[in-house]
T-cell receptor, first 116, second 114 residues
Framework: GAVVSQHPSRVICKSGTSVKIECRSL??????MFWYRQFPKQSLMLMAT?????????EQGVEKDKFLINHASLTLSTLTVTSAHPEDSSFYIC????????????FGEGSWLTVV | AQKVTQAQTEISVVEKEDVTLDCVYE???????LFWYKQPPSGELVFLIR??????QNEISGRYSWNFQKSTSSFNFTITASQVVDSAVYFC???????????FGGGTRLMVKP
């Protein structure tokens, strides 16, 4: 069946550096992908909607210059956390859906980011 | 605006007990979709069920069952004869008919003790 793959699953980076997380749809094309963030013991919050070939749509309170999203192809969206700070340490997970309505939503495995 | 409320933040049961996880939602959409996901400690989201708003039939899958009550905007999840492997955080989520983004509830941490 359709699968969404995320890489890396875990990453540790130093404060001030940037880190890129990839989200790939493996056997289907996804014109739209979604990025969520989950702090420890909290729920998943939508950060942004990644649109293939156009700018991402960010949720209120999410800094677009800090969380750069690129959706250059129908199977790949990337989230880059720029100038990372310890408070950016979180679990980031992407999702993609097949079809427009009544569809199935697939999630990636998630990426644990630790900024030291 | 959409909202999903999971009033139980943590539940602890002893193995073989039945447990029900509550989910109440708010939406102005007439067509919408409800989901349950299981999140083990590793973090990935395991899809359990999707229910359309126009299908109020309850569903049973093995030890899992779901009770969808549109009149009370609830979509509760029951695990029968719980097992230690059921220990995880469970999320209820809502999706409108437009777009594929999900609104998640706060999650319920289920601990099943042997």
């Amino acid at each position: 069946g359709a699968v969404v793959s995320q890489h890396p699953s875990r990453v540790i980076c130093k404060s001030g550096t940037s880190v890129k997380i990839e989200c790939r749809s493996l056997d289907f094309q996804a014109t739209t992908m979604f990025w969520y963030r989950q702090f420890p013991k909290q729920s998943l919050m939508l950060m942004a909607t990644s649109n293939e070939g156009s700018k991402a749509t960010y949720e209120q309170g999410v800094e677009k210059d800090k969380f750069l999203i690129n959706h250059a192809s129908l199977t790949l969206s990337t989230l880059t956390v720029t100038s990372a700070h310890p408070e950016d340490s979180s679990f980031y997970i992407c999702s993609a859906g097949v079809g427009i309505s009544g569809n199935t939503i697939y999630f990636g495995e998630g990426s644990w980011l630790t900024v030291v | 605006a959409q909202k999903v409320t999971q009033a139980q933040t943590e539940i602890s049961v002893v193995e073989k007990e039945d447990v029900t996880l509550d989910c109440v939602y708010e939406t102005r959409d007439t067509t919408y979709y409800l989901f349950w996901y299981k999140q083990p400690p590793s973090g990935e989201l395991v899809f359990l069920i999707r229910r359309n708003s126009f299908d109020e039939q309850n569903e049973i899958s093995g030890r899992y069952s779901w009770n969808f009550q549109k009149s009370t905007s609830s979509f509760n999840f029951t695990i029968t004869a719980s097992q230690v492997v059921d220990s995880a955080v469970y999320f209820c989520a809502l999706r409108s008919n437009a777009g594929n983004m999900l609104t998640f509830g706060g999650g319920t941490r289920l601990m099943v003790k042997p």
